[in-house]
T-cell receptor, first 113, second 114 residues
Framework: DADVTQTPRNRITKTGKRIMLECSQTKGHDRMYWYRQDPGLGLRLIYYSFDVKDINKGEISDGYSVSRQAQAKFSLSLESAIPNQTALYFC????????????FGEGSRLTVL | GEDVEQSLFLSVREGDSSVINCTYTDSSSTYLYWYKQEPGAGLQLLTYIFSNMDMKQDQRLTVLLNKKDKHLSLRIADTQTGDSAIYFCAESSPGRSGYSTLTFGKGTMLLVSP
């Protein structure tokens, strides 16, 4: 089983709909991230969380919100989806220690029509 | 802010060596990373190098770091079709609570032809 699991893996929705992407991890890491990937733009950070009570905005947080329900769960919401939010979304956890390795889920592909 | 730049595309023939280059701007970078993303998958750490090292070798992979020029490269020897993927360069700098904050480049798509 994957250490970082994202659901759904694929979702097609319409403009204006509310969408939630969920992430769960079994690595026991405190720090979790949400990124979006767009062709030619690489990975851009949306939100990150140090622990259940610590949520931080990334470089492109507008239009998104997050919830850290437990150490193992970090969900990303689009309150009113728009077409330019069509992208591949990745959840990641971060190991403690100096190397700070990130462990990624397999991604959630979202299409907003 | 920090910036990481890399070329977007590289095409090589099977058996040749591949060299993917990256430049970064943050002089306080402590670790530099190469992540690999295969089609339909998430990113996986390929290798990393500590900022006080010049070179790291791991089987077919050689990482070279020129800290003065803030230049990082990844060389893949005897490139195989299975090496076709997107390769992301990333750098980390000290952050809060002992964690590092990573900044990623846009990724280099490596295409290996038979």
């Amino acid at each position: 089983d994957a250490d970082v699991t994202q659901t759904p893996r694929n979702r097609i929705t319409k403009t204006g709909k509310r969408i939630m992407l969920e992430c769960s991890q079994t690595k026991g890491h405190d720090r979790m991230y949400w990124y979006r990937q767009d062709p030619g733009l690489g990975l851009r950070l949306i939100y990150y969380s140090f622990d259940v009570k610590d949520i931080n905005k990334g470089e492109i947080s507008d239009g998104y919100s997050v919830s850290r329900q437990a150490q193992a769960k970090f969900s990303l919401s689009l309150e009113s989806a728009i077409p330019n939010q069509t992208a591949l979304y990745f959840c990641a956890t971060q190991a403690e220690g100096r190397t700070g390795e990130l462990f990624f889920g397999e991604g959630s592909r979202l299409t907003v029509l | 802010g920090e910036d990481v730049e890399q070329s977007l595309f590289l095409s090589v023939r099977e058996g040749d060596s591949s060299v993917i280059n990256c430049t970064y701007t943050d002089s306080s970078s402590t670790y530099l990373y190469w992540y690999k993303q295969e089609p339909g998958a998430g990113l996986q750490l390929l290798t990393y190098i500590f900022s006080n090292m010049d070179m790291k070798q791991d089987q077919r992979l050689t990482v070279l770091l020129n800290k003065k020029d803030k230049h990082l490269s990844l060389r893949i020897a005897d490139t195989q079709t299975g090496d076709s993927a997107i390769y992301f360069c990333a750098e980390s700098s000290p952050g809060r609570s002992g964690y590092s904050t990573l900044t990623f480049g846009k990724g280099t798509m490596l295409l290996v032809s038979p």
